[in-house]
């Protein structure tokens, strides 16, 4: 069977037919690609090795699931799944404590990292993702207010004036705006932090 | 004009994973079972 001539789809139903060898050719196509991009976001050869071999869990699990849906993009999906798995690695890697240098002694003096602030980013990227998503679950007319107010800049005065309300019921939506994206943020997990 | 690229850094070369880390997958994939039972619930299991 010639699997090198093989669509990415046709490994992935071979694979699910039960031959490993599907798998192993799928990997063998995109490892280049999938461990450069975590490597270069993690910059440890090991680590990145660990976030590849997880990535690669998800995905087997995935497919046995039958969740997997082919739209001829299993590149695009498996970076997103190596995207937040180094998302993952980096908020977990906030959690742990760390060695804090002393006088004497600073690592990070010597060792510079090329991105300094690179998961910071994508942290803070994340998270404007999973707020934008929840937003758009607003009520329209607290949607609306929060948009004026936080995108726009405009004061309640003038958002009074563009949505036809009074200045008190503007600052009211905004309130319940808020109040609502909270219960949405507790019931989805999301937090403002990156710890 | 010289139009080489030269690449400072390990991971803008297209680098490849350990050949164990791809052992360890396919350990995995082969000893990964997953089933459906009748009443919609599911169960993993790793069976080496």
Known sequence: MDYKAMTDAQLIRLYLEGEEQGLAFLISKHEQRIFSYILSKIQDRDLANDVFQDTFVKIIKTLRRGKYNEEGKFLNWSLRIAHNLVIDHFRKQKRMPTVAPNDEYDIFKIIKDGSPDAESEMIREQIEKDLHRLILELPEEQLEVLKLRHFSGLSFKEIADQTGVSINTALGRMRYALINLRKLMEKNHVSLTSS | ?48
């Open chain 2, 1 to 48: 004009m010289d139009n080489t690229t030269i690449l400072k850094h390990e991971y803008q070369i297209n680098a490849k994973p350990n050949p164990q880390t791809i052992q360890n997958i396919l350990n995995f994939s082969r000893s990964y079972h997953r089933q459906e039972l009748d009443n919609g619930l599911s169960f993993e299991m790793i069976q080496n």
